[in-house]
C-alpha cells in the first residue's frame, strides 16, 4: 500500500511541474523518503552482506517502476472552480491525505458530500487537509459519472477542482465516444484512436501551471469518463494500442475537426503559426467525400450582430453589409469586412466566427455571401477550423475501403506510426510545448 501511494504520489507531483530540475527534486526526496519507509521493513529481513546488492537493485527497480507511470498516465481536469461535489463507488473506496499520506476508509452505496472549508476540504463531519486523492478497485463516481483511474480534489482558493488521474489508454476510451460516433466503420475508429493519443502525448504538461495535463472539453479534446465507453470505440483503442504518428524523430503535432469541406487549411492562416511542418500544409480531398456538412448556410441579422461586435470593442452602427475578403489556398477566407454607418472594419475570420457563434457559422470556408435589407446569408462548407485530420472525411475513406493507417497518411503526409513502448524515449519525459490547441470538434 506504501509503494502504492508513493508511486502515485510521485506521478502526480510530475504532473503538476513544468520544470524538471524541480520535479527531479522533489523525485529524490520523495524517493528517500519512500525509499527509506520501504526498505527499511525489507532489508530487516534479510543478512548484511545480501542487503549490500540488493538496496541499489531495490532503489533502480522502483525509479523504473515511478518512470513506468510516468510514461502511462495523464491527468485530465474534469470538475474545476466547484462549490462541492460528490462521490462514491460500487466498492469501498479509500481518501488519501497527499501531503502527509494519512489513509481514511470509505464506504460503497454511500455518497460523499465533499466541500471546501478553509484551507482545508470537509468530508461530513470531518476536515482534511486541502489536497485529496481518492482510489479504490471500482471506477469512482463524481457528481453522476463514473471514472477510471484516481480522482484528485483539491481546495484552490475556496474552490474545488477535481483531477482525474488514469492510464493513457483508459482515457482514450472515455474520448473516441465523445468525439465520434462508435457506429462508423472501426477504420475510421482506429484512425481516431491514433490522433487522440497521438494528441494527448504530444500535449503532456500543456497545463502545469494549473496541476493537470488536458481539460476535459475542447478547449484540448473531450473525455467524459467511463460511462460513454462503446465495444466498437474500445476495440479501436485496444487494436492501436501505443500506436503514435511521429515526424522526424518527434511525436507529430496534430489536430483534428469534424469536417475539412474538400480541402484541409495550413494551420498559419488559422492561428498565425510561425513554421509549419509539410504534413499540416494542407491536402485537397478526394471529390467523393460527403458528410452532412458538407454544405451548409446561416442567417446573421445585423442588429444582433451590431450588439456582439460592440461587445467585443468593434466600432459599428448600423450595419449594412458583409464581405469575405483575402481567401486562402484551400477555399477559406482570413477576414471578414462589416460594413455600417461608421465605415468599414475587418475582423479576423476566426474572431467573427467565435463572436457569431462557431456552431451556426460552421467554418471560414465560404461560397458566397447574399446581402438584404435586415440581414446577410453566408452558405459555407466543412465544420471547424479545418487544420488536420477531417473526421468525417475519415469515415467516408474508410467506407471506400482504405485503411486507418492509409486515412493517416493522407492527412498527415509524410508521417509514420510507431509503437510507444514503456519506459522508453520519447516518452519517459514527454515534450512539455504549451499551445497546440486542438480547436473544438465543431469550431
Known amino acids: 500500500m506504501d509503494c502504492h501511494f ?57 525509479l523504473l517502476s515511478a518512470i513506468h507511470l510516468y510514461a502511462q498516465e495523464i491527468s485530465i481536469a474534469i470538475y474545476q472552480n466547484q462549490r462541492s461535489l460528490n462521490i462514491s463507488s460500487l466498492k469501498n473506496f479509500r481518501v488519501t491525505e497527499v501531503k502527509t499520506g494519512k489513509i481514511t476508509p470509505l464506504f460503497k452505496g454511500n455518497s460523499y458530500l465533499v466541500l471546501p472549508f478553509q484551507d482545508g476540504i470537509k468530508i461530513r463531519e470531518r476536515v482534511f487537509d486541502g489536497f485529496l486523492k481518492f482510489w479504490g478497485t471500482e471506477k469512482l463516481n463524481v457528481n453522476g459519472k463514473n471514472y477510471r483511474g484516481i480522482i484528485y480534489v483539491e481546495n484552490k482558493g475556496g474552490k474545488l477542482n477535481c483531477i482525474n488521474n488514469l492510464d493513457i489508454e483508459d482515457y482514450l476510451k472515455g474520448v473516441l465516444p465523445a468525439e465520434v460516433s462508435p457506429s462508423w466503420h472501426i477504420e475510421a475508429l482506429k484512425a481516431q484512436a491514433v490522433v487522440s493519443r497521438t494528441y494527448a502525448f504530444k500535449n503532456l504538461g500543456r497545463f502545469f501551471d494549473r496541476g493537470f495535463d488536458l481539460c476535459s472539453t475542447q478547449i484540448s479534446q473531450v473525455y467524459k469518463g467511463a460511462d460513454v465507453e462503446k465495444e466498437q470505440t474500445n476495440l479501436a483503442v485496444d487494436v492501436t494500442k501505443g500506436e503514435v504518428l511521429f515526424y522526424k524523430g518527434e511525436v507529430a503535432k496534430v489536430f483534428f475537426h469534424a469536417d475539412a469541406g474538400g480541402y484541409t487549411e495550413n494551420p ?16 485537397r480531398e478526394p471529390r467523393f467525400l460527403k458528410s452532412p456538412y458538407s454544405k451548409w448556410k446561416c442567417k446573421i441579422f445585423f ?10 470593442g468593434y466600432e459599428v452602427k448600423k450595419i449594412f453589409r458583409l464581405k469575405a475578403s483575402d481567401r486562402t489556398p484551400s477555399g477559406r477566407y482570413k477576414k471578414i469586412i462589416v460594413y455600417s454607418k461608421k465605415g468599414k472594419v475587418k475582423i479576423p ?28 446569408e453566408i452558405f459555407g462548407a466543412g465544420w471547424g477550423h479545418g487544420v488536420g485530420f477531417s473526421q468525417w472525411g475519415a469515415k467516408a475513406l474508410a467506407e471506400k475501403g482504405w485503411s486507418y493507417r492509409k486515412i493517416l497518411q493522407f492527412y498527415f503526409p509524410g508521417t509514420r506510426i510507431r509503437k510507444s513502448e514503456v519506459g522508453k524515449s520519447p516518452f519517459v519525459f514527454p515534450p512539455f510545448e504549451k499551445g497546440g490547441n486542438r480547436g473544438d470538434y465543431k469550431n
Request: some cysteine.
Open 303 to 312: 442588429d444582433d450582430l451590431e450588439k456582439k461586435l460592440v461587445k467585443n
Open 349 to 376: 475570420s476566426n474572431r467573427f466566427r467565435t463572436i457569431v457563434g462557431s456552431s451556426k457559422m460552421r467554418s471560414t470556408k465560404i461560397k458566397r455571401i447574399k446581402n438584404k435589407r435586415k440581414y446577410a
Open 6 to 62: 508513493a508511486f502515485c504520489s510521485l506521478n502526480f507531483k510530475f504532473h503538476r511541474h513544468g520544470n524538471f530540475n524541480q520535479f527531479r527534486s522533489e523525485l529524490s526526496e520523495q524517493v528517500s523518503t519512500n525509499f527509506a519507509r520501504i526498505a527499511s521493513i525489507f532489508l530487516s529481513t534479510i543478512h548484511f552482506p545480501l542487503s549490500s546488492v540488493l538496496c541499489p537493485l531495490f532503489a533502480v527497480c522502483y
Open 268 to 283: 498559419k492562416y488559422v492561428w498565425n503559426s510561425g513554421e509549419v511542418p509539410r504534413y499540416l500544409k494542407g491536402v
